[in-house]
C-alpha cells in the first residue's frame, strides 16, 4: 500500500481504493472523508499515526481496514490481468457529470475506448420483458441520439437495456454499458458478445472491483452510476416498480432531465411510464425530437429531419385481439384467420383493413397479415 517504488499517482489511487473498500463505510462517507483530507493518502497517513478517532464519529478500527488495505493491494494487480483501468475521483477523465453527484464512487472500474464526458449523454432503461413496441422506439431513440452526436448509457440487462445497446453497435454510437459486478465478467453471460463489441465504441464500467457477483443487492447501486453519467434518462418499458423507477427516482435526485414512453392503459409494462408521467416525474416523450428540444440541444439540417414520430400504443377492441393473437401464434392467411376467430371472411377482412389504418398489421401479397413492431 505504502511502497515507495509506485508513483504518487498510483498510491493515490490504491489509497482510495483501499478507503471505498473498508467495511461499513459507503460512498457518501468515504466522500466526506476524503474532502477533509483532500486525498486518500493523507487519511492513511493520519489513520496509521492515529489508529482510531480519525472520524469524528466513531473510529476506524484496525479490524476493517486493514483487510481494505490488503484487498486494494490485490484488486490493482487483478485489473491489471484483466485491463481494466482505475478512474480516481480527482483525475480528468472522471466522468464529471458523476463526480457532482454525493455518491459517487470514489474509483470508477473501466474497460474499453470510453469517453466519459462526452458532450452530450443519454441513459434509456427499462423492463427486461420488452415488447415489440419497446424496442422499436429504443431503436428510434438510439438513433437520434447518435444524430444528436450524444453517447448512449444503459446497463446490460435484457429487454430495453439490451435492445439499446444493440441498436448502439448498429448505428456506431458511444455505447456505454454499466455492470452491477466486477469487470471480469459479464452477465448475463448472453451478451458477453456485444459487451466485447461494445469495447470497440464504448465499453463497459462498473464501481464493484474484480470477483464481485452479480448479486441481486449490487443493481440498485450500479443504476444510481447510469443516472449519474447522463444529462437525461429515457425509461421506454416499465412495471410500476422495479430498477426502471429506481434508475428514474436516482436521476431526479441528482437534478436530470427525466423522460418516458407513454404506453397503453391496462398494459403491466407500460404502469411505470405511465405512473412517470401521472406523477410530474417526467416529461412525456412522444417524439424522439423532443430530448433535444427539453434540453436545448441544437440540431443540424440533417438531424432535423429525423424527428421521428413515436406512434402511442392504441387500444385494441376483444375482435381486434382475437386477431392479433391469431396473427402472434403465426397464422397469417386472411381464410385461416377468419376460421380460428370464428368470423365471415368478409368480416375478417373488413376488420383487418381497419387494423391496417389503425396501424396494428399490415397486409402482404396472397391476403396474408403480419403484425406491425408496434405489436
Known sequence: MYNSSTTQDESEIQCLLALSLIAGIGPVTAR???????????????????????????????????????HAEQEVKRAEKHNISLLGIHEADYPRRLKA???????????????????????????????????????????????????????????????????GLQVGVQNIGVLAHGLDRVYPTSNQNLASRMEENGGLVSDFPTQTRPDRGNFPMRNRIIAGLCDALVVVEAAESGG?????????????????????????????????????????????????????????????????????????????????????????????????????????????LSMEFKGMVKSLPGKRFELTGSF
Open 32 to 70: 466526506k472523508i476524503l474532502m477533509e483530507f483532500e486525498t486518500a493518502t493523507a487519511f492513511f497517513s493520519a489513520w496509521k499515526r492515529a489508529r482510531e478517532g480519525v472520524l469524528r464519529k466513531g473510529p476506524l478500527l484496525e479490524a476493517n481496514v486493514w483487510p481494505a488495505i490488503r
Open 101 to 167: 453527484c454525493e455518491d459517487s464512487p470514489l474509483v470508477l472500474f473501466a474497460k474499453g475506448r470510453l469517453q466519459l464526458n462526452a458532450p452530450r449523454v443519454v441513459s434509456v432503461v427499462g423492463t427486461r420483458n420488452a415488447t415489440h413496441y419497446g424496442v422499436e422506439v429504443t431503436e428510434a431513440l438510439v438513433s437520434e441520439i447518435h444524430a444528436l452526436g450524444g453517447s448512449l448509457v444503459s446497463g446490460l440487462a435484457y429487454g430495453i437495456d439490451t435492445a439499446a445497446h444493440r441498436a
Open 244 to 352: 426502471a423507477l429506481i434508475t428514474a427516482g436516482f436521476a431526479l435526485g441528482y437534478n436530470r432531465d427525466v423522460f418516458a414512453v407513454p404506453g397503453r392503459i391496462g398494459d403491466a409494462y407500460a404502469a411505470g411510464c405511465n405512473k412517470l408521467i401521472r406523477n410530474n416525474k417526467a416529461a412525456i416523450l412522444t417524439t424522439v425530437s423532443d430530448l433535444a428540444w427539453h434540453l436545448g440541444w441544437k440540431t443540424s439540417d440533417d438531424t432535423k429531419k429525423l424527428s421521428t414520430q413515436l406512434s402511442l400504443p392504441i387500444a385494441a377492441s376483444e375482435p381486434e385481439e382475437t386477431l392479433l393473437n391469431i396473427i402472434r401464434k403465426g397464422t397469417h392467411e386472411l381464410d385461416l384467420i377468419a376460421f380460428q376467430a370464428e368470423m365471415a371472411v368478409g368480416a375478417a377482412s373488413a376488420l383487418l
